[in-house]
């Protein structure tokens, strides 16, 4: 999902300066690709072409045609998918059936954690039980059971929406005894995952302020890719994705506020956002 997501945000920088039908198509192959792998992918796909699009449209060239393409080749790629679900089980699933357990998981009450792992079918036998007598019935009980724990206790669904927010970018959960025995790695994390976070987002304003074309696209992955995990529950892993996104723009950053202090200094001016496009190139370029 890491290679994907690189290199939807490697081509994105191509289609707003070409409208070549094969481009496009190259870019909506690899963002259906990335939706079979992860499905929170395809907001940040639809977000990168959109944004394109009007880009092209700003630059008088055409964009109808390559929108159409684009979504031509992701709807081709995802659809064979979508088909084997309906015949499968009887029924349309967009996906994965998946999102009533992940909702469930983070919305009964228990708020210790980020989740509850022990109400997984993986670790409680009644559960499996219960997914074992049928997956799609079982996915929609627990879809009933979230929405109802939600619609009963509104005030929690919200406060615990905004932890989970935080937690994803900051590392921070809760110093409570109890939950940091079962998450001792926290207290190392919290000041790591922080100090990353305040980085990139003061690489992400230092792009804004150079009016970069680059930091819509980067401040729209990162904003938009983890947005769904604020509403079911997150999980350490989940920021995997962007976070070289958030040491290229902690680069860009370190380098832009070294370039500042140079220039006070009389130094000659560098080029850090070169650095930063070179960085993501080599993420996505294959080794010689």
Not at 108 to 125: C, F, I, M, V
Not at 207 to 222: C, E, K, M, N, T
Request: hydrophobic share 50%; glycine share 8%; aromatic share 12%.
């Amino acid at each position: 999902m890491l290679l994907c997501l690189c290199v939807l945000l490697y081509l994105a920088q191509d289609l707003e300066q070409s409208p070549r039908p094969r481009l496009w198509a190259a870019f909506g192959l690899v963002a259906g690709l990335a939706g079979l792998t992860e499905p929170s992918i395809l907001v940040v796909a639809v977000f990168l072409m959109a944004l394109a699009a009007w880009r092209l449209s700003r630059a008088g060239k055409r964009r109808l045609a390559q929108v159409l393409v684009a979504s031509f080749a992701l709807t081709a790629t995802i659809l064979p998918w979508l088909i084997r679900d309906a015949v499968v089980f009887h029924r349309m699933i967009p996906m994965r059936d998946s999102m009533g357990l992940e909702l469930r998981m983070g919305n009964n009450g228990y708020s210790e954690r980020w989740t509850s792992d022990q109400k997984h079918p993986l670790h409680d036998a009644k559960e499996l039980a219960a997914y074992d007598a049928g997956e799609p019935a079982y996915m929609d009980w627990k879809a009933n059971q979230a929405t109802g724990y939600i619609h009963d206790h509104p005030r929690w669904y919200v406060w615990m929406c905004a932890r989970r927010a935080l937690y994803p970018w900051t590392g921070y959960w809760s110093f409570d005894k109890g939950y940091l025995a079962m998450e001792a790695m926290d207290l190392g994390n919290i000041p790591f995952a922080s100090c990353l976070t305040m980085l990139g987002l003061l690489g992400l304003w230092a792009a804004w302020q150079r009016r970069s074309p680059d930091a819509i696209h980067y401040g729209g992955v990162l904003f938009l890719f983890p947005v769904v995990y604020y509403f079911t529950h997150p999980e350490p892993y989940h920021m995997r994705p962007v976070d070289p996104l958030l040491v290229i723009l902690g680069c860009f950053a370190i380098v832009t506020f070294k370039e500042r202090a140079g220039r006070e200094d009389g130094l000659a001016e560098a080029a850090p956002l070169d650095l930063v496009r070179a960085g993501l190139a080599s993420v996505q370029a294959p080794p010689g």
